[in-house]
């Protein structure tokens, strides 16, 4: 089992078993990814420098119009999908094995946590994992501290207010607030 064979498994939504050969995949991907992101907020980085370490952790280019302020935390990295015109603020925390695309021109706030994986809830299969993607699509600006659940989709143009807690699909061009998030009005233009 290689990093493709988990990849297929995650990106189908099928369930990883915790005590399984593609678990055992996980855990040495996420070691690799730990010490990228270790070297990414050791120390500054002129934004260039960040972009390559951040192409280094997704495994694919980053586009030069993407920034990101360190320091950030990917316990896996090879599930992140990137469009052009982010900005990725400090101390975020991107949880991607069922996979995070952002589309272009979104804000990410401070602290932001985006969760793709829940556990089973059965005592005697707790370490089995449940992927399912998060998709943000083009210009989202998502407030500092927001948690945003596996499975969610963001439409375009929305906004997530600080803090919020995303549970559930927040439609194109609706402003969400509170935990568990909820519509309180539309963007206005």
Known sequence: MDLDDLL?????????????????????????AMRITGELNGSYHEPAEVRALLSRLIGKPVDETVTMFPPF?????????????????????????????IGDDCLIGHNVVIATLNHDLAPSRRADMHPAPVTIGRNVWIGANATILAGVTIGDDAVVAAASVVT????????????????????PE
């Open 8 to 32: 297929d498994e995650l990106n189908s939504g099928r369930t990883i078993k915790g005590d399984s050969p593609l678990h055992e995949v996980m855990h040495r991907t996420s070691q690799e």
């Open 73 to 101: 935390s990917s316990d896996f990295g090879r599930n992140i999908t990137l469009g052009k015109r982010i900005f990725i603020n400090a101390g975020c925390k991107f949880q991607d094995q069922g996979g995070i695309t």
């Open 168 to 187: 559930k699909d927040v439609p194109a061009g609706s402003i969400v607030v509170g935990s568990p998030a909820r519509v309180v009005r539309s963007v």
